[in-house]
DNA sequence: CGTGTTCTTGAAGCCGTTCAATGAAAGTGG
DNA sequence: CCACTTTCATTGAACGGCTTCAAGAACACG
């Protein structure tokens, strides 16, 4: 079986976009990103690539890969949501981030995953052999920059992270988390103010490095501010520059 | 004037050493890296290089670079200490994280730096032009993947510090930082117990998300314990397993 | 409809912050 | 070289926010 369609699609997002509209598309978190790369790909080429992957379903709490294994595979996520996340020494879980449909996961070059990743709701995935995938970027100058931009890009953004998480109050944070998922499923279901949570509060808090009732206290008393609504598996933001002005502080 | 003979030899450190000592030589936080690169560069290709390059000098808390303006150069910081800083919203200053003699600096390709830079201490560097730079990396594609790879490898560091910053302790946030300066100063000046700490006590608490008093108050109650022994501008380490103990908390 | 899971909400306790004062060290000018 | 100034580090006490523990409510699933 091979890559299927919607796969495909989302690989070739952007392609008649200009550029800002790739850089959109990186990934906020991790190694993860939408390979905006293969805008840059021939058809011929293009065909090359799809003939690679292979398409996959998760049911929820599937794992997709485990850190520390072997990292021979990489995935293409084309529905749903991944949950990446690490499990400390202490036995606590620290979610790394979120894989939205689009974006690329298990890139690193290094034979071992540096976290785990597992399917936070039912999800599909299209999966490259990580030698076939690496190989095909490698012998291609244009794409190994394009690959090293996306990198470099999502290393920003993980500084984004490190500063939101170090030192603001729990509402910054949950704030700035919303504003962020806001961005990150406009690329998928356009822009709206309506932002899915697939993921459950404990996820978040998790993400966050919240506890999952601070979460919840956080959520309810910006809806009591009339800031935001909570809706099932989601919230609709109300006011957006006031949002923003509390995700600064 | 051209690029200095420290510099170069800082460029070229690892060139006789395994791959695993490469690996290493990646700096923790950012997109600052010492560019084990050159390893792979041929001799005259690495006098084309070093031509590039010219040195400077900058007195204590003079600016390398502000976040937001053009990045037009690059450094490789020779001695002393660089701080990398963003400014917040709410004015409060987070450190990004500090580079070392060896590390590099200012790379990522987006026009404009993403932090602001400045010496914490006398410091000299090697400033590149960085469209000459950059411009030299992708035209050698062997050079390009190992600039992906070692970017890779920062963003899985960032990982490692978000989980850090985002839900410890102030006394494990403290030793696991005193570990991390350890490994990356044992580059410079070999592997040793003494760990330079260059940095105010200001800078680390920025750094770590925690305020000056904190970072005091911890550092005093490691020293209480006989876990390390404080020393002007660094501490020693006296019992490391210990201390990983407390850091991994 | 019942059971298990997730989410919310409350109260107590702890840890880090803030504010403030003291102490130490480094830089400056006579 | 010393006295003065300035900056930085330490320490104390009070406050506040987040966590923990725990119970109840809402929800999803069979």
Redesign the pocket.
Known sequence: MIASRAAIDGLVRGRSGPPSVCALSDCAECQIRSVSICSDLENDELSAFESLGQCCTFPTRATLFMEGANADVVYNVTSGLVRLFRILPNGRRRVIGFALPGDFLGLPLSEQYGFSADAAELTTACRFPRRLFTDFLYARPHLMRRLYESTSRALEHSHDQVVLVA???????VAAFLLQQRLRWARVRGMSVTVPLP?????I?DFL????????????SL?RESLIL?V??GVRLLDLPRLQLIAED
């Not at 030192?167 to 944070?173: I, Q, V």
């Not at 490095?209 to 309810?220: H, K, M, N, P």
Request: charged residues 20%; positive net charge; aromatic residues 0%.
């Open positions: 030192n603001s109050g729990a509402k910054a944070k993921m459950g509060r404990q996820d808090g490095g919240l506890s999952i009732s601070t979460v919840s206290r956080a959520l309810t809806a909570i099932p598996k």
